[in-house]
């Protein structure tokens, strides 16, 4: 089945770190995404991993996946107010000879001072 | 370059009554997609065309829902006649080539009253 889980929301003081986990269903998705969506604004791609890979990082930002167990998580180093946003989770699923993104229900992080 | 661009931005329409909603996407991007997010789950994917094609329609909800993408390049989607689990938040994203980055646009929000 199609299925991406995630934690609702996340509340986090400025500074500390945040860590937003995933779990997916399809063990041949190929890439998986995190998007970022903040107030009154589209999806904005924050960063992705390929499947064979188990960890990436990208200046503040630590994508761990472990594929034995579908998880993803996605670790915001000195979180910011301006990382305030909802954090959408997603894995590739191909069908029909495209592919097609299959998104969580987002988790909501809260930066307060 | 212009990004993904929707209108309208929010609608509010009665049940019963027909909402048509606008997709512009970046140019030269022949992969349009539709998804929606209904009440604060998960973002589902609707349909997808390729150029002026429908490539999957899998997700669309039911035959009140008609897309289309005439000529290859702005599309719509017209919910007739919209009911009350219809509100939520639209959103079309483009892409030049199957598998490359989505762009989103900020999305269209529908409400049922």
């Known amino acids: 089945g199609e299925d991406v889980e995630q934690s609702l929301f996340l509340s986090v003081r400025e500074g500390d770190s945040s860590v937003i986990n995933c779990t997916y269903t399809d063990s041949s998705s190929t890439y998986l995404y995190w998007y970022k969506q903040e107030p009154g604004a589209g999806l904005q791609l924050l960063t992705y991993?390929?499947?064979?890979?188990d960890m990436k990082q990208d200046q503040r930002l630590t994508v761990l996946l472990n594929k034995k167990d579908k998880h993803l998580s996605l670790r915001i180093a000195d979180t910011q107010t301006g990382d305030s946003a909802i954090y959408f989770c997603a894995e590739v699923l191909l069908s029909g000879g495209y592919n097609k993104l299959i998104f969580g229900a987002g988790t909501r992080l809260a930066v307060h001072p | 370059e212009a990004g993904v661009t929707q209108f309208p931005s929010h609608s509010v329409i009665e049940k019963g009554q027909t909402v048509t909603l606008r997709c512009d996407p970046i140019?030269?991007?022949?992969?349009l997609y539709w998804y929606r997010r209904v009440m604060g789950k998960e973002i589902k994917f609707l349909l997808h065309f390729v150029k002026e094609s429908k490539q999957d329609e899998s997700g669309m909800p039911n035959n009140r829902f008609l897309a289309e993408r005439t000529g290859g390049t702005y599309s719509t989607l017209k919910v007739q006649p919209a009911e009350l689990e219809d509100s939520g938040v639209y959103f079309c994203a483009s892409s030049q080539f199957d598998g490359g980055e989505l762009f989103f646009g900020e999305g269209s929000r529908l409400t049922v009253l």
């Open positions: 140019s030269g991007h022949d992969n």
């Open positions: 991993i390929f499947s064979n890979m």
